[in-house]
């Protein structure tokens, strides 16, 4: 009598399913790496968009300022140059600082794609240890 023992699959077998194993592997890390691609060109916008609100407080305040501040500065006793680049310089360091705020944010460094990069190097190597 001929005991039923369970088969262990073939070289081919295993070779096949290694390679199905892969290209779904694959198939994983393109989504992910859309995936991480969209987040990082939504923080691209966010930084854009700062940028744009920066550049309107330049404005506005550059208007508003030397409307209002130049006036009382110089109802203050204070020259009128003397007042206009006092108003100006306080309306330039705001729009300056949110401008750079935005500009951080377009920093190449942080719209790389790390979690994907690292997935696929994690991945590549446990592929070549599947195959060796």
């Given at each position: 009598?001929?005991?039923?023992t369970p088969?262990?699959?073939?070289?081919?077998?295993?070779?096949?399913?290694?390679?199905?194993?892969?290209?779904?592997?694959?198939?994983?890390?393109?989504r992910?790496?859309?995936?991480?691609?969209?987040?990082?060109?939504?923080?691209?916008?966010?930084?854009?968009?700062?940028?744009?609100?920066?550049?309107?407080?330049?404005?506005?305040?550059?208007?508003?300022?030397?409307?209002?501040?130049?006036?009382?500065?110089?109802?203050?006793?204070?020259?009128?140059?003397?007042?206009?680049?006092?108003?100006a310089g306080?309306?330039?360091v705001?729009?300056?600082v949110l401008?750079?705020?935005?500009?951080?944010?377009?920093?190449p460094?942080?719209?790389?794609?790390?979690r994907?990069?690292?997935?696929?190097?994690?991945?590549?190597?446990?592929?070549?240890?599947?195959v060796?």
């Amino acid at each position: 009598m001929m005991l039923n023992t369970p088969r262990r699959p073939g070289v081919v077998t295993l070779v096949t399913a290694a390679i199905a194993q892969s290209a779904d592997l694959v198939q994983t890390e393109f989504r992910l790496a859309r995936a991480e691609i969209a987040e990082k060109l939504a923080a691209l916008r966010v930084g854009l968009a700062m940028m744009a609100v920066g550049a309107i407080f330049l404005i506005v305040a550059l208007g508003m300022l030397l409307q209002a501040l130049v006036s009382v500065l110089i109802a203050g006793g204070m020259s009128p140059p003397a007042a206009i680049l006092l108003v100006a310089g306080g309306a330039a360091v705001v729009g300056l600082v949110l401008f750079l705020m935005g500009q951080k944010r377009l920093d190449p460094e942080e719209l790389v794609p790390d979690r994907t990069l690292t997935s696929l190097s994690r991945d590549g190597r446990m592929m070549k240890e599947t195959v060796t």
